[in-house]
């Protein structure tokens, strides 16, 4: 963690996304009116002292609906992660230890989700499920599996087959010793650059979805539905995209920022024990 | 310099000495109008799904009678018609020596087949319509007769628009799969080329029957337009007419565009499903029918544009019933008051609005409008898709307060049926009260020239919209952005036409 914080851009990244992660949590609470108040006295109205960022087309404050939309986005994003990782990573590691039947079948399942479109299968999945975030982002989740799969595997492979874990077997180490002590440190790093990286993919899922309408109960605030309403009124407003548009930008760019410092503070280490 | 090059740039110096001589009267350019809208689910008017679809159906086929600017039927390709006593029978005699775009004439035995084929082709969906005429014969080469099942005065109205376009004969017994995409009809325009879910360019036919009001010689079809960037499509003439919404009215006009607004039989609805609690009890559904803030709907989702009714039909029509101008006026307290009434503290009552997603801004603002008389109301958005509303709505019949709205038909007795009829699509209760059924059936009885048809009309409206628990929100009015160089549109309510307007050469205004 320190070596990420002396990396720059880690640090820049690392600064932005607990920024955004501490508008997210402490958001309603600051926001100056509810997210969801509609004043037809003041509709469509650009910044001013009232509404820094204006009001949307239902005279709803724009800055009080972003910071509401905050934790929405964010949670959707970590929930459609959370689901990969678990779905990705456990049969990733499992699958160089249970035998051939359980690896071949894996293997196959996870080429098959590969072959499947994101937005296609989220949008099909809230068809079948109802429309909600949850039901998309679990679809997503799925979809994003593989990746969590194939590095956990591509990591855990040359360690199962080395000779100090090979020993340590057959000293009689139980399997969850030799995942733990010998595995789990080496897969780790590559699984926490994935998990960053795939943050930044399932943020700009979840806002195209949202862009889309699909997985929004309305009046509830989302990044991506902003988006989609301040496209409709450019005319009145037509700086309204602005905002909403940076924030997932810089946003998903910070997670890949933080992959990215990630992978060489880490890549770094253990360049540096090889040489020694 | 080849031969054929050489030949090129004669004949081009030749074209533009033409068009030098001609652009003196009237532009040898031929009038070419690019026109965005969507392309209709089907050319051919049998398997057409849409009401919306009669605006482009309507370039390539003429019906048999058509809709004046009131919507009136008028002749079409039948000169005039002639009922038999009792209205069980009508004979339509047809103009002399037309032909369809394939040359073949268009005589009573073309009309007969044509009609049958509604009746009969296994995917038709005009099957309905049609069933109140159970046979047409030929009474000699202008003059067909249509028996009816019951006394029906409403056939004139009936076969205006997709019921009553007559398509070829020679091509749909050629090959009836074809036409979806290569219609072959009787219309002011046919078809020169089609690309599906793209464009169809349509050029005029000069045996339309009134190709004198057509100056459009070129009609390109243009769809799928994005909204947010459709006036700016027109500004930079990648288009000359388009739809709008109300809200973007001002935005047209601020890029030195026209707008046209015209009164159509648009008017947007809310079914409730009064099978469904809490909505069984009367008190609740006509609390609702009160909390609805209509003109504010208008005002903040269409920019102000539309009127508010209670019926459905716009103020013009003959239908239009004008006893019923404040039928459900807004009055919140009266709202609380009916729920109390029927036991319903504030907060206690839940319901859901269903609304399809490019409606959600009005779904939220009657949200708070009910919120306010004390009904916590959670929105469900149906997913786009082509039977999703279908699914949830009309055939699933799961929504409570469904966001609707009817496009209208061209028989007003068409357009009731199906908001309040006991099968009606959009009466989701699925139930009509006797005294509704009776007073539908004396308008059918009824003439339409006879002089008491609008007052008996108007009175089946009336019962129809004291009965229904499904009420009218408001019109919805055709808003059209054009481009300078094009003359104003006719106003029309039941459809675009093209009669009478003219494109000027570019540069130039109307």
Same mark, same amino acid.
């Not at chain 2, 020679?170 to 290569?182: C, D, G, L, Q, Y």
């Given at each position: 963690?320190?070596?990420?914080?002396?990396?720059?851009?880690?640090?820049?990244?690392?600064?932005?996304?607990?920024? *955004?992660?501490?508008?997210?949590?402490? @958001?309603?609470?600051?926001? #100056?009116?509810?997210?969801?108040?509609?004043?037809?006295?003041?509709?469509?109205?650009? =910044?001013?002292?009232?509404?820094?960022?204006?009001?949307?087309?239902?005279?709803?404050?724009?800055?009080?609906?972003?910071?509401?939309?905050?934790?929405?986005?964010?949670?959707?994003?970590?929930?459609?992660?959370?689901?990969?990782?678990?779905?990705?990573?456990?049969?990733?590691?499992?699958?160089?230890?249970?035998?051939?039947?359980?690896?071949?079948?894996?293997?196959?399942?996870?080429?098959?989700?590969?072959?499947? =479109?994101?937005?296609?299968?989220?949008?099909?999945?809230?068809?079948? +499920?109802?429309?909600?975030?949850?039901?998309?982002?679990?679809?997503?989740?799925?979809?994003?599996?593989?990746?969590?799969?194939?590095?956990?595997?591509?990591?855990?492979?040359?360690?199962?087959?080395?000779?100090?874990?090979?020993?340590?077997?057959?000293?009689?180490?139980?399997?969850?010793?030799?995942?733990?002590?010998?595995?789990?440190?080496?897969?780790?790093?590559?699984?926490?650059?994935?998990?960053?990286?795939?943050?930044?993919?399932? /943020?700009?899922?979840?806002?195209?979805?949202?862009?889309?309408?699909?997985?929004?109960? =309305?009046?509830?605030?989302?990044?991506?539905?902003?988006?989609?309403?301040?496209?409709?009124?450019?005319?009145?407003?037509?700086?309204?995209?602005?905002?909403?548009?940076?924030?997932?930008? /810089?946003?998903?760019?910070?997670?890949?920022?933080?992959?990215?410092?990630?992978?060489?503070?880490? @890549?770094? !280490?253990?360049?540096?024990? *090889?040489?020694? | 310099?080849?031969?054929?090059?050489?030949?090129?740039?004669?004949?081009?110096?030749?074209?533009? &000495?033409?068009?030098?001589?001609?652009?003196?009267?009237?532009?040898?350019?031929?009038?070419?109008?690019?026109?965005?809208?969507?392309?209709?689910?089907?050319?051919?008017? *049998?398997?057409?799904?849409?009401?919306?679809?009669?605006?482009?159906?309507?370039?390539?086929?003429?019906?048999?009678?058509?809709?004046?600017?009131?919507?009136?039927?008028?002749?079409?390709?039948?000169?005039?018609?002639?009922?038999?006593?009792?209205?069980?029978?009508?004979?339509?005699?047809?103009?002399?020596?037309?032909?369809?775009?394939?040359?073949?004439?268009?005589?009573?035995?073309?009309? !007969?087949?044509?009609?049958?084929?509604?009746?009969?082709?296994?995917?038709?969906?005009?099957?309905?319509?049609?069933?109140?005429?159970?046979?047409?014969?030929?009474?000699?080469?202008?003059?067909?007769?249509?028996?009816?099942?019951?006394?029906?005065?409403?056939?004139?109205? $009936?076969?205006?628009?997709?019921?009553?376009?007559?398509?070829? #004969?020679?091509?749909?017994?050629?090959?009836?799969?074809?036409?979806?995409?290569?219609?072959?009809?009787?219309?002011?325009?046919?078809?020169?080329?089609?690309?599906?879910?793209?464009?169809?360019?349509?050029?005029?036919?000069?045996?339309?029957?009134?190709?004198?009001?057509?100056?459009?010689?070129?009609?390109?079809?243009?769809?799928?337009?994005?909204?947010?960037?459709?006036?700016?499509?027109?500004?930079?003439?990648?288009?000359?007419?388009?739809?709008?919404?109300?809200?973007?009215?001002?935005?047209?006009?601020?890029?030195?565009?026209?707008?046209?607004?015209?009164?159509?039989?648009?008017?947007?609805?809310?079914?409730?499903?009064?099978?469904?609690?809490?909505?069984?009890?009367?008190?609740?559904?006509?609390?609702?029918?009160?909390?609805?803030?209509?003109?504010?709907?208008?005002?903040?989702?269409?920019?102000?544009?539309?009127?508010?009714?209670?019926?459905?039909?716009?103020?013009?029509?003959?239908?239009?019933?004008?006893?019923?101008?404040?039928?459900?006026?807004?009055?919140?307290?009266?709202?609380?008051?009916? $729920?109390?009434?029927?036991?319903?503290?504030?907060?206690?009552?839940? $319901?859901?609005?269903?609304?399809?997603?490019?409606?959600?801004?009005?779904?939220?603002?009657?949200?708070?409008?009910?919120?306010?008389?004390? &009904?916590?109301?959670?929105?469900?958005?149906?997913?786009?898709?082509?039977?999703?509303?279908?699914?949830?709505?009309?055939?699933?019949?799961?929504?409570?307060?469904?966001?609707?709205?009817?496009?209208?038909?061209?028989?007003?007795?068409?357009?009731?049926?199906?908001?309040?009829?006991?099968?009606?699509?959009?009466?989701?209760?699925?139930?009509?009260?006797?005294?509704?059924?009776?007073?539908?059936?004396?308008?059918?009885?009824?003439?339409?020239?006879? #002089?008491?048809?609008?007052?008996?009309?108007?009175?089946?409206?009336?019962?129809?919209?004291?009965?229904?628990?499904?009420?009218? +929100?408001?019109?919805?009015? !055709?808003?059209?952005?054009?481009?300078?160089?094009?003359?104003?549109?006719?106003?029309?309510?039941?459809?675009?036409?093209?009669?009478?307007?003219?494109?000027?050469?570019?540069?130039?205004?109307?």
């Amino acid at each position: 963690m320190r070596a990420i914080l002396r990396h720059r851009l880690g640090a820049a990244s690392v600064t932005f996304l607990l920024l *955004v992660a501490l508008l997210a949590v402490v @958001g309603p609470w600051v926001a #100056p009116y509810d997210p969801l108040a509609q004043n037809q006295d003041a509709l469509l109205q650009g =910044p001013s002292a009232a509404h820094w960022l204006g009001t949307d087309n239902l005279g709803r404050d724009e800055l009080s609906r972003l910071l509401a939309g905050s934790r929405l986005s964010l949670l959707a994003a970590l929930e459609a992660v959370l689901v990969g990782l678990v779905l990705g990573t456990v049969p990733g590691l499992l699958s160089v230890y249970l035998g051939r039947v359980f690896e071949w079948t894996t293997l196959r399942v996870m080429d098959a989700f590969v072959t499947l =479109p994101f937005l296609v299968f989220a949008v099909a999945m809230t068809a079948l +499920l109802g429309n909600g975030l949850t039901q998309a982002m679990l679809a997503v989740g799925i979809l994003v599996s593989p990746a969590f799969y194939r590095v956990t595997r591509a990591a855990a492979f040359p360690v199962a087959g080395a000779q100090y874990v090979e020993a340590a077997r057959l000293t009689g180490a139980p399997a969850w010793f030799v995942l733990r002590r010998h595995v789990w440190p080496k897969v780790l790093p590559a699984v926490a650059v994935t998990t960053a990286a795939t943050l930044g993919s399932s /943020l700009v899922i979840v806002s195209s979805l949202t862009f889309l309408g699909i997985g929004i109960q =309305p009046p509830e605030p989302t990044w991506g539905g902003m988006l989609a309403t301040s496209l409709e009124y450019l005319f009145q407003r037509p700086t309204a995209p602005l905002v909403p548009a940076l924030l997932v930008i /810089l946003t998903v760019g910070a997670c890949n920022g933080l992959a990215d410092a990630l992978r060489d503070v880490t @890549g770094s !280490r253990e360049a540096r024990r *090889v040489a020694a | 310099m080849s031969r054929l090059a050489r030949t090129f740039a004669l004949l081009t110096a030749l074209v533009a &000495v033409l068009a030098g001589c001609a652009g003196v009267n009237a532009g040898a350019a031929p009038q070419t109008l690019k026109w965005g809208f969507n392309l209709p689910t089907s050319w051919d008017p *049998v398997t057409s799904s849409t009401g919306n679809d009669i605006n482009t159906i309507s370039l390539v086929y003429a019906s048999l009678t058509q809709l004046d600017e009131k919507g009136t039927a008028g002749p079409g390709l039948a000169e005039s018609w002639e009922y038999e006593a009792g209205g069980t029978a009508v004979t339509f005699a047809l103009r002399p020596g037309l032909t369809f775009t394939d040359g073949t004439p268009v005589d009573a035995e073309a009309v !007969r087949q044509s009609l049958l084929r509604g009746k009969t082709q296994e995917n038709s969906l005009l099957k309905d319509q049609l069933s109140t005429i159970t046979d047409a014969t030929v009474v000699d080469p202008t003059h067909v007769r249509l028996q009816l099942a019951a006394p029906d005065y409403q056939i004139p109205n $009936l076969l205006a628009g997709k019921t009553g376009a007559i398509v070829s #004969p020679k091509a749909f017994t050629e090959n009836a799969a074809a036409i979806p995409t290569a219609p072959v009809g009787a219309g002011p325009f046919m078809f020169e080329s089609f690309v599906p879910e793209s464009e169809a360019v349509l050029v005029k036919n000069p045996g339309y029957w009134n190709a004198d009001a057509i100056d459009v010689e070129r009609l390109e079809l243009t769809a799928g337009t994005d909204p947010t960037s459709v006036i700016a499509a027109v500004q930079s003439g990648a288009l000359d007419v388009a739809t709008i919404t109300g809200r973007q009215v001002e935005q047209a006009k601020a890029a030195g565009l026209e707008v046209d607004v015209v009164d159509s039989f648009t008017v947007t609805q809310v079914d409730v499903h009064a099978g469904l609690a809490p909505l069984t009890d009367r008190r609740v559904v006509d609390a609702l029918k009160y909390a609805v803030d209509r003109q504010a709907i208008i005002d903040v989702t269409n920019g102000g544009v539309g009127n508010v009714t209670y019926q459905p039909f716009p103020q013009g029509y003959v239908a239009y019933n004008p006893e019923l101008d404040q039928a459900f006026a807004y009055d919140p307290g009266k709202a609380r008051a009916l $729920l109390a009434e029927a036991g319903y503290a504030p907060g206690s009552l839940d $319901l859901t609005v269903t609304v399809n997603s490019v409606s959600q801004a009005t779904a939220e603002l009657v949200q708070q409008q009910l919120q306010a008389v004390g &009904v916590n109301a959670t929105i469900k958005v149906v997913p786009p898709g082509s039977s999703t509303w279908q699914q949830e709505v009309y055939l699933g019949r799961k929504a409570q307060f469904a966001l609707d709205g009817t496009v209208g038909r061209e028989s007003p007795v068409q357009n009731l049926t199906v908001v309040y009829g006991p099968q009606g699509l959009m009466n989701t209760s699925k139930e009509s009260s006797p005294e509704f059924l009776a007073a539908l059936d004396e308008v059918r009885r009824t003439p339409l020239d006879d #002089p008491r048809y609008p007052a008996v009309l108007q009175n089946a409206v009336k019962l129809g919209v004291e009965m229904s628990p499904s009420f009218s +929100l408001g019109t919805s009015p !055709r808003i059209a952005v054009r481009n300078p160089r094009v003359s104003a549109l006719p106003h029309f309510l039941s459809q675009y036409r093209w009669e009478g307007v003219t494109v000027a050469a570019p540069g130039s205004r109307a």
